[in-house]
């Protein structure tokens, strides 16, 4: 096999590429052109072939732009700067971990690595028993995403390895949710996330608290169109719609987001937002309840039952 045949077998097609990373055959190709990289070679047929370095640079910095970095800061860094750059990223955006529940994230989190899935999931439900839901999201379920998350973008989670502990997780609580007597209070919550905002585990925890707490809950599930949604909180009589935005929202998207459902909805519907987005605490637009915390729920409830006379 000549030189030519083996650096095709080491490559990948930009159809492969696109699907291993996460990233557009426009936006490599945009890249291409605009910035010097990626630099695939050809095929016989012309088609473009990806070298294996590349593509892992470019999962690299597929990374770096989830975590809010712009395509022309970064993709010029050669790699050993890109991963120090994400390691610095995750420091500043990771929460702080409960020292007494680090060795059990970490007996948690070394089972998904080890690909031990049935006593993952085994694991949480006692823990479910063991800690009641309230406890169990509070002090491992977020506490074990933000260092899942931090695992992800230091390269040492891979994708589908995230994805088993995303899956794992709300088949756990999906289940603890579901042993909640259903509840006929106020207020009635409906909880989603707006187009493109593909994480649901930050809505659920949520979900987990409210139900907790006695309030009704109807979820969407994710990426809900802003105006089906203000056609789903009219249409079960919404008191609150809850929205999660994580860090990889633009702040664009966020604030123009929240603007448009505003309008959409009566003033008597009030909108609660969480999650990691930082334009939320830094600027949130007028009119909006932003949760800094999961244990603000019950203190944002309590306060709603109180100005409508139901506490």
């Not at 929460?95 to 993952?120: G, S, Y």
């Not at 085994?122 to 074990?144: E, I, K, T, W």
């Not at 609580?173 to 006929?184: F, G, K, Q, Y």
């Not at 123009?256 to 505003?262: K, M, V």
Request: with cysteine; aromatic share 6%.
């Amino acid at each position: 096999m000549n030189d030519r045949a083996v650096s095709a077998v080491l490559s990948l097609s930009i159809a492969a590429v696109e699907r291993d990373t996460g990233l557009s055959k426009d936006a490599l190709r945009v890249w291409e052109r605009r910035y010097g990289f990626p630099q695939p070679t050809r095929d016989e047929f012309g088609e473009r072939l990806y070298p294996a370095d590349q593509v892992e640079k470019l999962r690299i910095i597929k990374r770096l732009l989830d975590a809010g970095h712009r395509p022309g800061r970064i993709i010029a860094m050669p790699v050993t700067e890109l991963q120090a750059l994400a390691e610095r990223s995750v420091a500043r955006g990771a929460a702080p971990v409960a020292m007494d529940a680090t060795d059990d994230i970490q007996n948690l989190l070394d089972m998904i690595k080890q690909h031990r899935v049935d006593e993952f999931r085994r694991s949480l439900s006692q823990a479910v028993l063991r800690m009641g839901l309230q406890r169990f999201v509070v002090d491992l379920v977020a506490p074990m995403s933000a260092m899942v998350g931090e695992a992800w973008a230091r390269g040492y989670f891979q994708v589908f390895e995230e994805h088993i502990f995303t899956e794992s997780i709300q088949i756990v609580m999906r289940n603890a949710i579901n042993t909640i007597p259903d509840s006929l209070h106020r207020p009635k919550v409906l909880l989603t996330t707006v187009p493109n905002e593909l994480h649901g585990l930050g809505l659920l925890m949520a979900e987990a608290i409210m139900s907790l707490e006695g309030a009704k809950c109807i979820s969407l599930g994710t990426q809900t169109p802003i105006w089906d949604i203000a056609l789903a909180a009219t249409s079960h009589n919404a008191d609150v719609v809850a929205l999660s935005f994580s860090s990889m929202q633009s702040s664009v998207n966020v604030l123009e987001g929240l603007e448009d459902l505003r309008v959409k909805l009566p003033r008597t519907t009030e909108i609660w937002c969480g999650g990691s987005s930082a334009i939320l605490r830094k600027r949130p637009p007028e009119g909006i309840v932003v949760l800094g915390t999961l244990d603000q729920i019950p203190l944002e409830i309590t306060r709603w039952r109180r100005s409508h006379s139901l506490a």
